[in-house]
């Protein structure tokens, strides 16, 4: 049985709020994963120079298409990191708007932001208004950073509450079923 974790329930079971989410790149990893959905698993896409690493555990929110193609991203708050294809839950708190410029191309690629269910320090966080704006400045920091590297620009538009990110959340699930109709055979 071939299965597809980005073709997993968009909300946790549990909560009408809550994403899931497949973790991509754990925080601290100097190395960036992709999954690849038709060989059912994660590809190193890019490794980055010494001292550069993700602050935070980075994956994406299953059922949902963003402007770039693939799922919606999210960053995920956790007191510790955990593995490539982990699978959590995370209650979204805000999101980071911003565009991306490569191959001449210029598009949004925003980077939602949430609080894993399993979080200890920053469990209470309902708002990207009561994270610190030093934590905010370095994930932004380090997607500026990264894609610098990679030839291409990420330019932050702006910050955005949780009722934006769960917007979002549901433009990307609607584009994912629009996208996975119009690819089903008639």
């Given at each position: 049985?071939?299965?597809n974790?980005?073709?997993?329930?968009?909300?946790?079971g549990?909560?009408?709020?809550n994403?899931?989410?497949?973790?991509?790149?754990?925080?601290?990893?100097?190395?960036?994963?992709?999954?690849?959905?038709?060989?059912?698993?994660f590809?190193?896409?890019?490794?980055?120079?010494?001292?550069?690493?993700?602050?935070?555990?980075?994956?994406?929110v299953?059922?949902?298409l963003?402007?770039?193609?693939?799922?919606?991203?999210?960053?995920?708050?956790?007191?510790?990191?955990?593995?490539?294809?982990?699978?959590?839950?995370?209650?979204?708190?805000?999101?980071?708007?911003?565009?991306?410029?490569?191959?001449?191309?210029?598009?949004?690629?925003?980077?939602?932001?949430?609080?894993?269910?399993?979080?200890?320090?920053?469990?209470?966080?309902?708002?990207?208004?009561?994270?610190?704006?030093v934590?905010?400045?370095?994930i932004?920091?380090?997607?500026?950073?990264?894609?610098?590297?990679?030839?291409?620009?990420?330019?932050?538009?702006?910050?955005?509450?949780?009722?934006?990110?769960?917007?979002?959340?549901?433009?990307?699930?609607?584009?994912?079923?629009?996208?996975?109709?119009?690819?089903?055979?008639?």
């Open positions: 049985m071939r299965r974790l980005a073709e997993l329930p968009t909300f946790d549990k909560s009408s709020s994403l899931n989410v497949v973790v991509e790149s754990p925080r601290g990893s100097g190395a960036k994963f992709d999954y690849n959905p038709d060989r059912d698993l590809e190193l896409s890019y490794v980055m120079p010494s001292g550069l690493a993700f602050p935070f555990d980075f994956g994406f299953p059922s949902t963003a402007e770039d193609g693939d799922p919606l991203d999210m960053i995920v708050l956790l007191d510790v990191p955990t593995c490539v294809g982990c699978f959590l839950v995370a209650c979204p708190i805000g999101v980071i708007e911003a565009s991306q410029t490569q191959d001449g191309k210029t598009f949004r690629n925003d980077r939602l932001i949430g609080v894993a269910d399993a979080a200890h320090e920053r469990a209470k966080l309902k708002s990207i208004s009561e994270l610190d704006s934590v905010l400045d370095d932004e920091h380090f997607f500026i950073s990264y894609n610098e590297m990679r030839d291409r620009k990420f330019k932050p538009i702006r910050r955005a509450g949780a009722n934006s990110a769960r917007q979002l959340v549901r433009r990307g699930m609607r584009a994912f079923k629009n996208n996975t109709k119009a690819r089903r055979p008639k």
